[in-house]
């Protein structure tokens, strides 16, 4: 039996692995008709599609059923639409629809929406405020209509969606002292009510198969901080009832501390609700913003016998992953790269479980597949959440390479660590000097046509206009490969990144004493191993393209040569201190990787001081240099 545990319980689902960004020919319009109840949680559901204008929200204030066929919306629409109908509040100072009414205008505007091939979907008013003070239970707000319109639907077939029980429930849990949670008046829901009852709609939709491609879940809550505010607490009762766990984003936040957290990736903290509140405390905050987090738990579970399975629904989430077994593995998301060499140690002991996050995921919905390669085949879990909207988007950087970029474990360098003793990659540090996230998926041991064919499908799916994608290649393509292969994968990868709008920036590796290149008192020159003719190869490939360029190799052979052999193989090498003798003269130490990184980052600062642009218009001046 396959254990499978998810904080969030998503049932009953039957999504397409269609693509994300479909053309709005492929969607069906939904609308809305109702009458108030459906005009307030209305707006919340139009925030669940990817195109807002296949969405009408044409429900309004004291709306009757007889009258909707007189709406101008509802001549507009055809075959394989979605029409949503929400009736039945009972007001005293208001015209209703006689009893016998109501039911003939259920049949007549059935009968005329199936005639159209249209999918159906009824829901019923919310429950307004009625608490039976005995019992201390909500009172479900039943009347003819809301009677009438189930009893019709469960006979037709046809979808319908309990609104009146689900703000009941809501209401009974928060008792009568938390009823403000709920309602702002007695028909009237809060904000987060009314997107939980959206949410209840959504859900129902996601499983019309020409509707749940233009859905994407929708359910972060923003929070504005007064000045002078220093600690905000955040009832999250109502969503409790699908996750307990949430990501706290906030805007120009300063020393920000949530109980109950969990881990702090840079971008998020992810914490549990303490007591159904999230208490976030800090120095100083202009927004924040709570976002949902869905965990499916796997570590029961050998992704090398069968990949790991479940179901999510479609949105844009930051995607996080955590093993902990201390072995090197990368993670696939349904074939594509989400983190690469997890768990490899920079040191001997990688002392606690990694957790890598991938920013800005675009899910399309339904079952996904979790496959872990290397030297293990195990996952912790693997964590959906919304991602950032506060917050103005930053560049992504994806990274690919070999074993002198990639992530090493722990990630996080001191700068006290002793001189040739902890293997980094360079791309680790490029957050230090660069505004924009980095999505380092470089992996050791790769060469071009390994990591293309492996790992390169990440950047071509996600990668999007103003993104910049960084390679480097050429140490293993010596033993592994071509010249010839290594620039046809290379200049492949240019030209998708191009054509998407991306900035591809090739870099040649810098040079090492590993490489047998220079002699006793140079090591700034090749004159052997047959390594120039691969790391020439990137520099003629990025004339060739047009694309920008930064050559690692003169940049340090140039600083080597001036800082001497010895200070090489101790500082920015690895250093054997027992047996005072070179240890590795290849990889990189993290005073060795910081430097590379600065090189790469000097190289950037003139292309932006030049005000360079490449073959297709794209310069760098968007980029922040810290």
Known sequence: MKKITALFLIICMLFSTASFAASEESFGTVYLFGDDWAKSWGESLGGFFCEPALFVNAAGSGELLSKLPQKAEYARIKAGDVVILSYGILEKDRPMDKNADFKKSLEDVTAQLQKKNVNIVFASICSS????????????????????????????????????????SMATAAGSGGINAIYKSTLELTERADKICAFEIFKHLAKIENVKGNLKMNLSSVFDINQGERARSIDVSLENSFTDTFAIYTKNGTDVVVEGQLFNDGKAIVAKSVNGKINVSFTSCEQLQLAPVFVFEAMDFATTAEPFKAQMYGGVYDISVRKSEALKASVYLDGYLIASNLDMPGTEIVPEAAVHTFDRYHFAGGEFAVTVKGLTDKLDFIMFRETDIINEKKIRIFVGGDSTVCNYYPLFRTGAEKDGTVMTGWAMFLEKYVDARVMNLAASGDWAKKWFDNSFSIVEKEGEK???????????????????????????????CAEKGMIPILVSPQISAGYGWGDETDVGKSNGGNYSKFFDAVRDLATEKGCFYVDLTDMSSGWFSEVGREEVYKVYHLWDYENNAPKDMMHLSSRGADSMCRFFVLALEKLIEAKAVDKWGNSLEMLRIW
């Open 466 to 496: 103003g993104d910049i994608f960084v390679v480097q290649f050429g140490i293993n393509d010596r033993g592994k490969s071509t010249v010839e292969e290594m620039t046809a994968c290379l200049s492949d990868m240019v030209d998708v």
């Open 129 to 168: 405020v009625r608490f039976n003070s005995l019992t201390g239970q909500m009172a479900e707000t039943k009347n003819f209509y809301t009677e009438t319109t189930r009893s019709f639907a469960k006979a037709k077939g046809i979808t319908y969606i309990d609104l009146a029980s689900l703000t009941a």
